[in-house]
């Protein structure tokens, strides 16, 4: 096997490792700023660095807008930034961030005359859109129909447990290349690990799908039994599978709170950046400031530490001090993010601002529920702000408002301690 | 100095929390219309990353009830998926409606203040036709206008449809429609404070047949000879235009350059707040449940924020108006018929015109934003209220995208939804006064155009309330169905 994989970014050679993903091997080289905002321009980098949000879009191949956190780095492939027609790194459109300082309300500009208005339209329409037409014919593998009693969707501590009681009629899901979701980024040093994903799925007798992302939930108009349809992209192949029976594991995603400059290259989720460790190897430098709230902050504040980085602050947004003696906490809001890269998080502590330097921020809030695949075919969620998030509605067996729709972890609001218990649960309601 | 640091809530549309504090403001606080005002969550990441901040904001800013804090609905595919991957499934099988369930109680959102006791004018639906009548009817003054909307403005399909706008119809009726239509979405930012964005890139109409050749002749005749330039040019014509295009897929073209696209959500914030300041009352999350009718004529409406005594009641709820026409014991001869479209990732401007291609009901255009917004028609879409989204559009619009347009494959799909065209037997309007209930007016049966007929169909309806001579509104009234005169329009796209 190669030791180094070259790629390039636009036209410059890229070194990476293989097994990097695309936004690996950037960050790995120094390389923050992956795109330019659609609207003002600002320069963007990854925040969750896994798959959820959108801040990562590059070219890839003459491919637009894939996720570079989520492709991995092949020999000769070549990368390019969009949205920065006169280059991403100084991208002379970022005017339009500094000309509306509180923002372009394009509902009401140039309303007064027509001529103005026509003038707006001509150059709204030319710089709207993020990336170019792709330049090829697609080449994909044939989509298949199949059935499917149980489909756990899902390879997470509660959707391995799931599978492993439901055993030989589940086919599990996962959507990354290696099952175990979070019990990979030691967020939990008593939780599910590496080791617990092992034995589970070497106790699971059915099938295991990586690499399988499920993409949408349908009434079932294949024609097979079912009472769903389940579209899965398997790479680019992509499968409908007429189920019975899901559990919904999907897990949560990572969010950014709205502050000034939580949008700049350098703020990242926690949860994001132990993925990207985990995975990768790979460090944004070497001194982080950890923002966010309760458990969530300790324990990914810990694991961060473990994974080598360096604290020079962890600032709880609450006024709450969660009890850690070993860290360096501080209560206070974040008010700006500053620099980009950026390099100083500015927090109003009790009396006073605070600013902290930094090589990076990491954000650790609790992962918003991932109920959209299920609440897209009825499952009822609901907004609950302690868990920032809309988790779906379960009952005490993991069944959601939708009788063969049921759930498992987070995705319900039983992340953590109560993923495992959860994802046993409802397969034991599902298999009945 | 430091520049005024903006704090962005969806990083994918670049809305800020200053956008959403005006929203609010503008009593577009809940979570579907804030989604739509500000475009939050319509971006590649589909609000997975703003959505919890942004419902926090409505909890705290706009101090919504609990109970009406719940995601906004969430449509398929839940991750950007190729067009191509799609088109490569086999087909799969329509399946028959299901009847939506009943709504259980008040909408969480219902004001809670009761209606006036009395208004002149009541119209249920605050869709564009309703709205666009209201603000008309307000114009002459004097008279109590009150619009009743069961949910968020644009939660029907005027806040559903594509944005394609064309005068190119086979009935001189509907071309005038649509030419005073358009005319006038051209100046109505100007008339109503809020930009349309409409972009006459045209409509391009593909004939894959020689009888579609045939109809597409016909019907730039009639067009010609009410004022429209649509000419008939050949596919390679149409492929200097949209140098994508696999033009050896259509024979023929009817291409007409003054039609176009517009951003539909604003027409109906526009025409709404127009309402509101020549003094018409507009009402959202409210239903009405019934409709009185004594001695032959409409007396008052009842709703679940109480009664309303009134004299004239317009019907003007799109697919839904033969439930609510049911309600005062009249029975309309429209079905509901279901039609999805899909949008797809943001793309750099590459698409001028609007495409159809007649024979398969496709049709595509790219949005304001960059995107591929389209939709087919499906013949064997059964009739029926259902507003879900079936993995069998995706295969069949992708497979005739794709087949077209063959570098589209790549492109990701980010959003599907469904809206439902309000079909009648002849495929015009039901307009006018209702036999056996004075007082109660149809505004309805547009078949999924009604959209960008609704400025100059609400236009002459007020001006025909007001006591002006329209004959539109004896020639669609409902009573033609009985009476065995239909009025056939031909050029149904979806």
Redesign the interface.
Same mark, same amino acid.
């Given at each position: 096997m190669a030791e180094s994989i070259s790629f390039s970014l636009d036209g410059d050679r890229v070194v990476g490792v293989p097994g990097d993903t695309i936004a690996a091997a950037l960050l790995r080289s120094g390389v923050t700023t992956f795109t330019r905002?659609?609207?003002?321009h600002?320069p963007?980098g990854p925040?969750?660095l896994s798959?959820?949000?959108?801040?990562c879009?590059l070219r890839v191949d003459?491919? $637009?807008?894939l996720p570079a956190c989520r492709v991995r780095i092949e020999e000769g492939m070549a990368c390019e930034r969009q949205n920065g027609p006169l280059g991403v790194e100084a991208d002379l459109l970022r005017a339009t961030?500094?000309l509306f $300082?509180? #923002?372009l309300?394009?509902?009401?500009?140039?309303?007064? @005359?027509?001529l103005l208005?026509r003038v707006?339209?001509e150059v709204?329409?030319?710089l709207?859109?993020? #990336?170019?037409?792709?330049?090829?014919?697609?080449?994909?593998?044939?989509?298949?129909?199949r059935t499917a009693p149980l489909v756990v969707i899902g390879a997470g501590p509660a959707g391995l447990a799931a599978a492993r009681i439901a055993g030989a009629k589940a086919l599990l899901l996962e959507r990354d290349q290696r099952p175990g979701g979070a019990a990979l980024l030691g967020i939990d040093p008593a939780g599910p690990d590496a080791a617990w994903v092992a034995s589970a799925l070497h106790e699971f007798p059915g099938v295991l799908l990586t690499g399988a992302?499920?993409?949408?939930?349908?009434?079932?108009?294949? #024609?097979l039994p079912g009472n769903g349809?389940l579209?899965v992209?398997l790479e680019?192949?992509?499968l409908?599978i007429a189920v019975e029976k899901v559990i919904v594991a999907t897990g949560g995603?990572?969010?950014?709170?709205?502050? $000034?400059?939580?949008?700049r290259p350098g703020v990242h989720a926690a949860r994001g950046l132990l993925k990207l460790h985990a995975q990768c190897g790979v460090r944004v430098g070497a001194r982080l400031v950890v923002v966010g709230d309760g458990k969530e902050l300790v324990d990914c504040a810990r694991a961060l530490r473990r994974a080598g980085y360096e604290l020079a602050r962890v600032v709880s947004a609450t006024s709450e001090l969660p009890p850690a003696e070993d860290l360096p906490l501080v209560v206070g809001a974040p008010l700006?993010a500053l620099g980009d890269p950026v390099r100083a998080l500015e927090i109003a502590a009790k009396a006073s601002t605070e600013r902290i330097a930094c090589d990076a921020v990491a954000l650790a809030w609790s992962p918003?529920p991932?109920?959209?695949?299920a609440? @897209?075919n009825g499952a009822?969620?609901?907004?609950l $702000?302690e868990l920032? #998030? @809309?988790p779906l509605i379960v009952d005490a067996e993991g069944r959601t408002t939708v009788p063969w729709i049921f759930a498992a972890g987070r995705v319900c609001g039983l992340g953590g301690a109560g993923a495992v218990p959860s994802g046993e649960a409802a397969a034991a309601a599902a298999c009945k | 100095m430091i520049p005024m640091e903006k704090a962005i809530v969806c990083a994918c549309e670049d809305v800020t929390v200053h956008d959403v504090d005006e929203a609010i403001a503008r009593g577009l606080g809940d979570i579907e219309s804030l989604k739509r005002y500000t475009g939050l969550g319509t971006g590649p990441c589909q609000g997975k990353s703003c959505l919890a901040s942004a419902l926090r904001l409505c909890a705290e800013r706009a101090k919504a009830p609990r109970e009406s804090l719940v995601p906004f609905r969430s449509r398929p595919p839940q991750s950007p998926t190729a067009l191509a991957a799609y088109a490569s499934l086999p087909e799969l099988q329509p399946l028959p409606a299901v009847a939506p369930s009943a709504p259980r109680g008040p909408h969480p959102l219902m004001p809670r203040e009761r209606l006036p006791e009395r208004a002149d004018v009541v119209i249920l639906g605050g869709g564009i036709m309703g709205l666009a009548l209201a603000w008309n009817l307000a114009a002459q003054g004097s008279q109590k206008i009150l619009v009743l909307e069961r949910g968020y403005l644009c939660e029907g399909a005027s806040g559903r449809n594509g944005g394609g706008v064309r005068a190119q119809w086979g009935t001189p009726t509907l071309i005038e429609l649509a030419k005073e239509s358009i005319d006038f979405m051209g100046r109505f930012a100007q008339e109503l404070g809020i930009n349309v964005w409409l972009r006459k890139g045209g409509y391009l109409f593909l004939a894959e047949d020689e009888e579609t050749v045939r109809r597409i002749e016909e019907g730039a005749a009639v067009q010609k000879r009410h004022g429209l330039s649509t000419r008939i040019i050949s596919a390679e014509e149409a492929g200097e235009l949209v140098p994508e295009l696999d033009t050896r897929r259509f024979l023929a073209a009817a291409w007409h350059p003054e039609d176009g696209v517009v951003f539909p959500w604003p027409f109906l914030w526009g025409y709404a707040d127009g309402a509101r300041k020549r003094g018409a009352q507009i009402e959202t999350f409210t239903r009405a449940t019934g409709i009185e009718v004594e001695s032959g004529r409409v007396r008052a409406v009842q709703t679940d924020r109480g009664r309303v005594a009134c004299d004239r009641v317009v019907i003007a709820a799109g697919a839904w108006s033969p439930q609510v026409a049911r309600l005062a014991g009249v029975e309309l001869p429209n079905k509901p018929y279901r039609h999805e479209i899909v949008s797809s990732e943001p793309l750099k401007p590459f698409l001028g015109p609007l495409v159809s291609m007649l024979g398969s009901g496709l049709y595509f255009s790219q949005s304001m934003r960059g995107e591929i917004v389209g939709g087919m028609g499906d013949p064997k879409e059964p009739p029926g209220l259902n507003q879900t989204s079936s993995l069998r559009f995706l295969q069949r619009y992708s497979r005739a995208l794709t087949e077209l347009v063959p570098r589209t494959g790549n492109v990701k799909l980010l959003r599907q939804w469904a809206g439902c065209y309000d079909v009648t037997p002849d495929h015009s309007p039901v307009l006018g006064e209702t036999p056996g209930a004075a007082g109660l007016l149809q505004m309805s049966g547009f078949v999924g155009h009604g959209f960008m007929m609704a400025p100059a169909v609400g236009r002459r309806m007020a001006a025909w309330m007001g006591g002006a001579k329209d004959d539109i509104f004896e020639r669609f009234s409902v009573g033609r169905f009985a009476e065995g005169r239909l009025e056939q329009e031909t050029f149904i796209i979806g």
């Amino acid at each position: 096997m190669a030791e180094s994989i070259s790629f390039s970014l636009d036209g410059d050679r890229v070194v990476g490792v293989p097994g990097d993903t695309i936004a690996a091997a950037l960050l790995r080289s120094g390389v923050t700023t992956f795109t330019r905002s659609i609207k003002y321009h600002r320069p963007r980098g990854p925040f969750c660095l896994s798959g959820s949000c959108g801040q990562c879009l590059l070219r890839v191949d003459g491919v $637009p807008s894939l996720p570079a956190c989520r492709v991995r780095i092949e020999e000769g492939m070549a990368c390019e930034r969009q949205n920065g027609p006169l280059g991403v790194e100084a991208d002379l459109l970022r005017a339009t961030d500094f000309l509306f $300082p509180t #923002g372009l309300d394009h509902h009401h500009l140039l309303v007064q @005359s027509r001529l103005l208005g026509r003038v707006a339209l001509e150059v709204a329409r030319r710089l709207a859109g993020l #990336g170019e037409l792709p330049v090829h014919e697609a080449k994909v593998a044939k989509g298949e129909l199949r059935t499917a009693p149980l489909v756990v969707i899902g390879a997470g501590p509660a959707g391995l447990a799931a599978a492993r009681i439901a055993g030989a009629k589940a086919l599990l899901l996962e959507r990354d290349q290696r099952p175990g979701g979070a019990a990979l980024l030691g967020i939990d040093p008593a939780g599910p690990d590496a080791a617990w994903v092992a034995s589970a799925l070497h106790e699971f007798p059915g099938v295991l799908l990586t690499g399988a992302e499920a993409v949408g939930l349908y009434p079932n108009d294949s #024609g097979l039994p079912g009472n769903g349809l389940l579209a899965v992209r398997l790479e680019d192949k992509l499968l409908a599978i007429a189920v019975e029976k899901v559990i919904v594991a999907t897990g949560g995603a990572p969010q950014p709170v709205p502050f $000034p400059g939580v949008d700049r290259p350098g703020v990242h989720a926690a949860r994001g950046l132990l993925k990207l460790h985990a995975q990768c190897g790979v460090r944004v430098g070497a001194r982080l400031v950890v923002v966010g709230d309760g458990k969530e902050l300790v324990d990914c504040a810990r694991a961060l530490r473990r994974a080598g980085y360096e604290l020079a602050r962890v600032v709880s947004a609450t006024s709450e001090l969660p009890p850690a003696e070993d860290l360096p906490l501080v209560v206070g809001a974040p008010l700006r993010a500053l620099g980009d890269p950026v390099r100083a998080l500015e927090i109003a502590a009790k009396a006073s601002t605070e600013r902290i330097a930094c090589d990076a921020v990491a954000l650790a809030w609790s992962p918003a529920p991932l109920h959209e695949l299920a609440s @897209s075919n009825g499952a009822a969620a609901a907004y609950l $702000p302690e868990l920032n #998030g @809309s988790p779906l509605i379960v009952d005490a067996e993991g069944r959601t408002t939708v009788p063969w729709i049921f759930a498992a972890g987070r995705v319900c609001g039983l992340g953590g301690a109560g993923a495992v218990p959860s994802g046993e649960a409802a397969a034991a309601a599902a298999c009945k | 100095m430091i520049p005024m640091e903006k704090a962005i809530v969806c990083a994918c549309e670049d809305v800020t929390v200053h956008d959403v504090d005006e929203a609010i403001a503008r009593g577009l606080g809940d979570i579907e219309s804030l989604k739509r005002y500000t475009g939050l969550g319509t971006g590649p990441c589909q609000g997975k990353s703003c959505l919890a901040s942004a419902l926090r904001l409505c909890a705290e800013r706009a101090k919504a009830p609990r109970e009406s804090l719940v995601p906004f609905r969430s449509r398929p595919p839940q991750s950007p998926t190729a067009l191509a991957a799609y088109a490569s499934l086999p087909e799969l099988q329509p399946l028959p409606a299901v009847a939506p369930s009943a709504p259980r109680g008040p909408h969480p959102l219902m004001p809670r203040e009761r209606l006036p006791e009395r208004a002149d004018v009541v119209i249920l639906g605050g869709g564009i036709m309703g709205l666009a009548l209201a603000w008309n009817l307000a114009a002459q003054g004097s008279q109590k206008i009150l619009v009743l909307e069961r949910g968020y403005l644009c939660e029907g399909a005027s806040g559903r449809n594509g944005g394609g706008v064309r005068a190119q119809w086979g009935t001189p009726t509907l071309i005038e429609l649509a030419k005073e239509s358009i005319d006038f979405m051209g100046r109505f930012a100007q008339e109503l404070g809020i930009n349309v964005w409409l972009r006459k890139g045209g409509y391009l109409f593909l004939a894959e047949d020689e009888e579609t050749v045939r109809r597409i002749e016909e019907g730039a005749a009639v067009q010609k000879r009410h004022g429209l330039s649509t000419r008939i040019i050949s596919a390679e014509e149409a492929g200097e235009l949209v140098p994508e295009l696999d033009t050896r897929r259509f024979l023929a073209a009817a291409w007409h350059p003054e039609d176009g696209v517009v951003f539909p959500w604003p027409f109906l914030w526009g025409y709404a707040d127009g309402a509101r300041k020549r003094g018409a009352q507009i009402e959202t999350f409210t239903r009405a449940t019934g409709i009185e009718v004594e001695s032959g004529r409409v007396r008052a409406v009842q709703t679940d924020r109480g009664r309303v005594a009134c004299d004239r009641v317009v019907i003007a709820a799109g697919a839904w108006s033969p439930q609510v026409a049911r309600l005062a014991g009249v029975e309309l001869p429209n079905k509901p018929y279901r039609h999805e479209i899909v949008s797809s990732e943001p793309l750099k401007p590459f698409l001028g015109p609007l495409v159809s291609m007649l024979g398969s009901g496709l049709y595509f255009s790219q949005s304001m934003r960059g995107e591929i917004v389209g939709g087919m028609g499906d013949p064997k879409e059964p009739p029926g209220l259902n507003q879900t989204s079936s993995l069998r559009f995706l295969q069949r619009y992708s497979r005739a995208l794709t087949e077209l347009v063959p570098r589209t494959g790549n492109v990701k799909l980010l959003r599907q939804w469904a809206g439902c065209y309000d079909v009648t037997p002849d495929h015009s309007p039901v307009l006018g006064e209702t036999p056996g209930a004075a007082g109660l007016l149809q505004m309805s049966g547009f078949v999924g155009h009604g959209f960008m007929m609704a400025p100059a169909v609400g236009r002459r309806m007020a001006a025909w309330m007001g006591g002006a001579k329209d004959d539109i509104f004896e020639r669609f009234s409902v009573g033609r169905f009985a009476e065995g005169r239909l009025e056939q329009e031909t050029f149904i796209i979806g």
